[in-house]
């Protein structure tokens, strides 16, 4: 297995900017789902992607949008920043009955 | 709709005593759940699931956790806890996979601490 693996490590931004952050799934998890963990709370779903279509969504506006990709790499876009998307936002994919995690990008929003 | 609460947001034991994280779920749909550990500034790493087998769910580090329906409850345990437990520990709780019933809910963590 080689794992769920995510870039940059760390990203800072300012307000009103856009950013894009990167998620590698492991072969033939066809099911990725992304998280945003503010400080101190628990992780909170932002949608999912299944075969390239996004099938569930949280409690997020649409300027958080993404994208799936046939090689089991996605992206998480989020637009026009917010002092508020300071967070560490989690990659996972699945297949079966399980998610498997990466390390998270750590957001900084100036 | 489903949701878990954990109860205490911090838990602190000497080394070598017995490690209990409570977490109680809600779920309109039979649930899966699972436990993840966190280390500082780490994702998540999952310690255990529960996916309508075994009631008595045993994971890595010597972690457990038993399926209470009645009590609609999932406790995490360790019989004897190692300064190296120390880190935050998060339930969730999923529907059946597939769809939109498979995003994972999480409560708002316990942090473990362990003492000499």
């Known amino acids: 297995e080689t794992g769920v693996t995510q870039s940059p490590t760390h990203l800072i931004k300012t307000r009103g900017q856009q950013v894009t952050l990167r998620c590698s799934s492991q072969?033939?998890?066809?099911?990725v789902s992304w998280y945003q963990q503010a400080l101190g709370q628990g992780p909170q779903f932002i949608f999912q992607?299944?075969?390239?279509?996004?099938?569930g969504r949280g409690n997020f506006p649409p300027r958080f949008s993404g994208l799936q990709f046939p090689n089991y790499s996605s992206e998480l876009n989020v637009n026009a920043l917010e002092l508020d998307d300071s967070a560490l936002y989690l990659c996972?994919?699945?297949?079966?009955?399980?998610?498997?995690f990466g390390p998270g990008t750590r957001l900084t929003v100036l | 709709a489903q949701s878990v609460t954990q109860l205490g947001s911090h838990v602190s034991v000497s080394e070598g005593a017995l490690v209990l994280l409570r977490c109680n779920y809600s779920?309109?749909?039979?649930?899966?759940l699972f436990w993840y550990v966190q280390y500082p500034n780490q994702g998540l790493q999952l310690l255990l699931k529960?996916?309508?087998?075994?009631?008595l769910v045993k994971g890595i580090n010597g972690f457990e956790a038993e399926f209470k329906k009645s009590e609609t409850s999932f406790h995490l345990t360790k019989p004897s806890a190692h300064m190296s437990d120390a880190a935050e520990y998060f339930c969730?709780?999923?529907?059946?996979?597939?769809?939109?019933?498979?995003?994972?809910?999480f409560g708002t963590g316990t942090r473990l601490q362990v003492t000499l």
């Open positions: 969730a709780v999923t529907g059946p996979f597939g769809g939109t019933a498979s995003k994972l809910t």
């Open positions: 996972a994919s699945s297949v079966g009955t399980g998610w498997v």
């Open positions: 529960y996916t309508s087998a075994a009631t």
């Open positions: 072969s033939g998890h066809n099911t």
């Open positions: 779920s309109s749909v039979p649930p899966y």
């Open positions: 992607y299944y075969r390239e279509e996004e099938n």
